[in-house]
């Protein structure tokens, strides 16, 4: 038993890992790490930003925080060849990454967005970090099942937390683009009430059923 728990966690950790550094361990490039960044700049947001020019600014760090993680879940991506439980923690702490990109991106275009106001940024900006909040809490949930010097448990206790913790973020996930898509909702109604589709959807893309 323990053994089979040795070679799980094992797994689990080296798929936590870019690919060509099996050597190392979690704590090398700490995934918990990289969305705390991504939180603590998208509270800056809210907390000192009352202008768009203001909060322009303070998203740059956001940006910044982002584009160092995605060398990290990019090299995250290219590890193959995993056993079932280790896969989950893969795609797991990988759609922490898509929560992050969708968040980005989307709230770059917002910024540039004449449909939302600096304190209508500000209240979405406090949604995603409230979602990204909860995210992270996930990755300490599973940190806490694959490292054995964590809690004590067997096998079953350790591939009952990954799954729930694969499950609920697959939730997450899906909830920040809903959040997104109704924001963005916003915005083309305003615009289609003045007459002004067309730059929004030059920023966004073409409007579709998840919008409404």
């Not at 009352?50 to 990019?74: L, R």
Request: proline share 2%.
């Amino acid at each position: 038993m323990k053994t089979r728990t040795r070679i799980i966690t094992a797994l689990c950790l080296l798929c936590l890992l870019p690919a060509g550094k099996a050597h190392a361990q979690w704590i090398v490039t700490d995934p918990t790490n990289l969305a705390q960044g991504i939180i603590n700049a998208a509270k800056n947001i809210v907390q000192t930003s009352t202008t768009a020019s203001n909060m322009i600014k303070n998203f740059q760090e956001t940006v910044k925080i982002y584009e160092q993680g995605k060398e990290f879940y990019d090299g995250l991506r290219k590890v193959k060849n995993l056993v079932r439980d280790a896969r989950k923690v893969q795609q797991t702490i990988l759609m922490v990454g898509d929560i992050t990109e969708i968040y980005v991106t989307s709230f770059e275009r917002m910024l540039s967005d004449p449909y939302f106001t600096p304190e209508e940024l500000s209240a979405i900006a406090l949604g995603y970090t409230k979602l990204l909040e909860e995210s992270a809490n996930l990755l300490t949930d599973l940190k806490t099942a694959v490292n054995e010097n964590g809690l004590s448990m067997n096998d079953k206790e350790r591939i009952d937390i990954i799954d729930r913790c694969y499950e609920d973020m697959l939730q997450y996930r899906s909830l920040v683009q809903y959040y997104t898509d109704k924001n963005i909702g916003v915005s083309y109604l305003r615009a289609k009430r003045q007459d002004d589709l067309d730059r929004v959807m030059a920023l966004y893309g073409s409007p579709s059923e998840r919008y409404w």
